[in-house]
């Protein structure tokens, strides 16, 4: 019994934190998918980072919009900067790893781009850089953060939208951030392609 005790915790854990994101973050959310539709319908892709389960979340969501989501639709622009690893080991070992988002967002990055941010903590000197990298190429930034948003939450424009993931669980957080874009490619399927 005491491991479906741990089993059901991890649910209602889950589901916690889950409900309070979308009480508070719902407005935001919506916001966010509208920030990206603009960038799409005017030609701009979308640029993801993170680091370790965050890379993950970003190399996933970056999948779902060139690929699918839940229906076949034509591919869309997005870029996970953490999934060539000769680029991230040449920069990491011939300048440092804080640079190897920065070094990548100017050169790819363009005027209108989105930089989708996804930390657990929001402290990463890495992310900073890209941050203040996608300001530098005049692009918008979405963060997905948790605890109280770290370095990220001071770096962001009032313009742009950071959705902070109340709670202190790495795991919990990254359970909600899964959810939060999940929402936003259906909310981009919906807006480009209807219901």
């Given amino acids: 019994m005491e491991l479906e ?14 409900a309070h994101t979308i009480e508070h973050y719902t407005p935001m959310i919506a916001h966010a998918g509208e920030l990206l539709l603009h960038c799409l319908v ?6 993801c980072v993170g680091n370790g389960g965050s890379a993950a979340l970003a190399q996933h969501f970056s999948a779902l919009l060139l ?14 900067l953490s999934a060539d690893s000769a680029t991230l080991t040449a920069i990491s070992e ?3 790893f804080s640079d ?4 990548q967002i100017r050169a790819l990055g363009q005027p209108g781009d989105v930089l989708l941010v996804i ?21 918008m930034v979405i ?12 770096l962001l424009r009032p313009d ?36």
Wanted: with cysteine; glycine share 6%.
């Fill in 5 to 18: 005790d741990r089993i059901v915790s991890q649910f209602h854990s889950s589901m916690d934190i889950n």
């Fill in 94 to 96: 011939d300048s440092s």
């Fill in 67 to 80: 690929n699918r989501y839940r229906h076949e639709r034509p591919g869309l622009p997005a870029i996970a």
């Fill in 100 to 103: 190897i988002y920065s070094k």
């Fill in 42 to 47: 005017n030609e701009n892709k979308i640029l």
């Fill in 119 to 139: 930390s657990t903590h929001g402290r990463a000197n890495n992310l900073v850089q890209a941050i203040q990298a996608a300001h530098d190429r005049e692009m």
């Fill in 143 to 154: 963060a997905l953060t948790g605890y109280d948003g770290g370095n990220t939450t001071a």
């Fill in 160 to 195: 742009e939208i950071e959705i902070c993931v109340p709670a202190d669980d790495d795991v919990l957080i990254h359970d909600a951030h899964l959810l939060v874009l999940h929402c936003l490619c259906d909310l981009i399927d919906y807006q480009l392609f209807g219901a």
